[in-house]
């Protein structure tokens, strides 16, 4: 299991999935693994049949996602090593995923660069990206690929 962690913005990533906090609460969840230090939650993530707490050891501040079942019940740990920026992150990916061909085939070289360049944060052409965003469902209708950029 891939676990990566926006601190910012307490997002999940597993296995290249997106999972928003749906509570954010400071609260003792347990005992570190590496230094026996506290271990105080930074968000709460529901994911398919389990949920994934994040959290930081007070003492040697390890990061770690901790699986619980539906029940609540404990079982197992992830030390998260890779971080990443959900605002940098994302998009951009997804659209150096999308074959090349598909995104000229909807949209113009204009509209393509707007996208990148919003993409990684950049200055772009707000009209080219508003020309681009009406052509949105088109993209979906053809490729079955939602943008949302």
């Known amino acids: 299991m891939d676990i990566r962690y926006d601190i910012e913005k307490k997002v999940l990533q597993v296995d290249g999935v997106d999972v928003i906090s749906t509570f954010h609460d400071e609260n003792f969840i347990g005992v570190c693994s590496r230094c026996e230090g506290d271990v105080k939650s930074l968000s709460y993530h529901e994911f398919t049949d389990k949920f994934i707490v994040a959290g930081r050891c007070l ?31 994302n998009d ?33 052409v707000r009209q080219y990206l508003y020309r681009a965003r009406k052509k949105y469902q088109d993209f979906v209708d053809l490729f079955g690929i939602q943008l949302n950029i």
């Not at 598909?102 to 707007?114: G, L, R």
């Not at 996208?115 to 944060?121: D, I, N, Q, S």
Request: proline share 2%.
């Open 59 to 89: 003492s040697c501040e390890t990061i770690f996602a901790i699986l619980y079942d539906n029940d609540w019940n404990w079982f197992g740990e992830h030390i998260i090593s890779q971080f990443f920026s959900i605002n940098d992150y």
């Open 92 to 124: 951009l990916k997804l659209l150096d995923s999308i074959d090349k061909k598909k995104i000229a085939i909807v949209f113009t070289p204009a509209e393509t660069d707007a996208m990148y360049a919003k993409a990684r944060g950049g200055k772009y």
